[in-house]
């Protein structure tokens, strides 16, 4: 049994058998939707989220994971004399990480922090490959250099349904949105440090897949790793299906896993999301 305990974040959308499977301790964020508060993960079931999204036609807002949240977690394993090892899924979108640094700060131990500075099962592959590491009795410092290389090779895109969350959220403005809603316009957008930036954009639902493949083309050089490709979805099964049987016809990977945004990333980009997460060579 490891003496690490990985602990990360609910944004890092790992499915309870993975969780289970590593023994991993998941803080979660918090969900405001039409002024309650619910805790990531623990208090809804994804279904019911991506039901509410759609159908109620609401906006809802998320809050970092606190100081005391991650004090007590902290408190708890060091006093059985485990290293802690949190992975973050970005430090840039939410205050998750400076929340761990403060709790580290006033906590005695061996706590070790990482940013994955990744979005979504972009971050959770961060922290199963530090779980399978910590699994094979690693220590931390042997785990770093593995998930550094995983920066500098993920490439993760994915293309937003519609406009009116970003707006709600300030991304875009109104004018922006109404426009693009006309249009039927969906962004395609790319995380990269922790961040979405818009790469370009597509008209009609029928040409965002082949829009994905070509974008995950231009970021890669087309120097993919068909080992391993994933494909990210809400409830958009026919889409997933969809880009699955694109993804193995163009690159003909050896695995595509899929999996499904959380509640955290849908507060803010709405329902209706599809991206691709692969691996340059």
Do not use: W
């Amino acid at each position: 049994m490891s003496k690490i305990k990985i602990i990360c974040d609910s944004m890092s959308d790992l499915t309870k058998e993975q969780i289970e499977k590593y023994d991993i301790e998941v803080l979660p964020l918090t969900v405001i939707l039409e002024d309650k508060e619910y805790k990531d993960g623990i208090d809804f079931e994804l279904d019911e989220f991506y039901k509410i999204l759609k159908d109620k036609k609401v906006y809802p807002k998320t809050s970092q994971v606190t100081y005391g949240q991650f004090k007590t977690v902290f408190d708890k394993y060091i006093a059985e004399g485990k290293t802690i090892f949190y992975i973050a899924a970005s430090a840039n979108a939410t205050g998750s990480y400076q929340s761990a640094v403060m709790a580290k700060n006033d906590t005695e131990g061996d706590i070790h922090l990482y940013d994955a500075s990744n979005l979504t099962f972009g971050a959770g592959i961060f922290v199963l490959r530090a779980a399978e590491l910590a699994e094979q009795g690693k220590t931390v410092e042997e785990i770093i250099p593995e998930l550094d290389l995983i920066k500098e090779k993920y490439c993760l895109v994915f293309s937003i349904d519609s406009l009116n969350h970003l707006q709600k959220g300030g991304r875009i403005s109104s004018t922006k949105a109404v426009l693009g809603n006309i249009l039927n316009v969906k962004p395609i957008c790319e995380v990269k440090d922790g961040l979405v930036s818009q790469l370009g954009q597509v008209r009609g639902k029928k040409n965002v897949i082949s829009k994905l493949i070509e974008t995950t083309d231009e970021l890669t050089n087309g120097q993919i790793d068909n080992k391993v490709m994933y494909v990210g979805y809400m409830d958009n099964i026919k889409e997933r299906d969809a880009l699955i049987e694109a993804l193995k016809q163009k690159y003909n990977p050896e695995k595509i896993g899929s999996f499904r945004i959380g509640s955290c990333i849908g507060s803010h980009s709405g329902p209706g999301v599809l991206g691709i997460l692969s691996f340059k060579k």
